[in-house]
């Protein structure tokens, strides 16, 4: 049972952190084992995304209960807030590795081998000819081309920014408890969300089939669709909680002064707004 002493919370015990654990390894392995071709990568990391999504069901059940029946205080909603916002440090801290990774390899490596460095390149690849994007010495990730910034990139980062202020707009209905107006414009914010992940699905069939630009298409495959991929996982997990914060609003969860799960996917929200902005001028523009 949770149970409140001298007004500090006490938190029951929960299988939920377990049941993550497990479901974000077998995912992570299961992506690995794909990329190594094993044959049985895809399944392993589907059942991870499977387990993850049931932990997030029931993980949300349980808090969204424990709050409907006012099991919280003001102690534990200050202590979701250090934590929502220790979780998008973290995050912050996981774009940064790639983006990282993309920089490196773009400003140092490439040039490095392209014959900045004589020994460098005399000794490592011969005859390599520093370029962006590249295909890696002798041509190895083969040949293909660059998805161009000015078309679905561009139309998803307008969707994206749209969405940023309808977010915003809902929230300002809550505060004023415009329940009409709060479900209507997190229903906007949620179809934004929904078409932006149609648009990019869409972008990496042509990328994939037109483009012949795989994973494995030198380190400008690779960085690309590990940028683009994990942001598009984050858009799709903020999508669906985005719905379910509709859902609760839909059944009068929320007041204008005690909504702080309205307020945490907000700020998810507008943190992948601001790191697709760095991929879009990073990643597709420059």
Known sequence: MTEAHGGYYVPHGSHWPLVGSVGLTTLVVGFAMHLNGSDIGLSTMFAGIAIVLIMMFGWFGTVIRESESHMYNEQ???SFRWG???????????????FG???YARILSVPWLGGEDASTHALLWEGYSAAWPTNGP?????VFETVGAWGIPAINTLILLTSGVTVTFAHWALKKNNRGALVGWLFATVALGFLFIGLQAYEYGHAYSD????????????????????HGMHVTIGAIMLAIIMLRSIKGHFTPDRHFAFEAVAWYWHFVDVVWLG????????
């Open 138 to 142: 002798g041509a190895m990730g083969g």
């Open 279 to 286: 991929l879009f001028v990073f990643v597709y523009w420059l």
């Open 211 to 230: 483009l012949n630009l795989t994973l494995e298409s030198g380190v400008y495959g690779s960085t690309f669709y590990m940028l683009t991929g994990f």
């Open 101 to 103: 990774a993309l920089f």
């Open 84 to 98: 929502m916002g220790w979780f998008i440090f973290s995050e912050v801290m996981f774009f940064a590795a790639f």
């Open 76 to 78: 534990v909603d200050k």
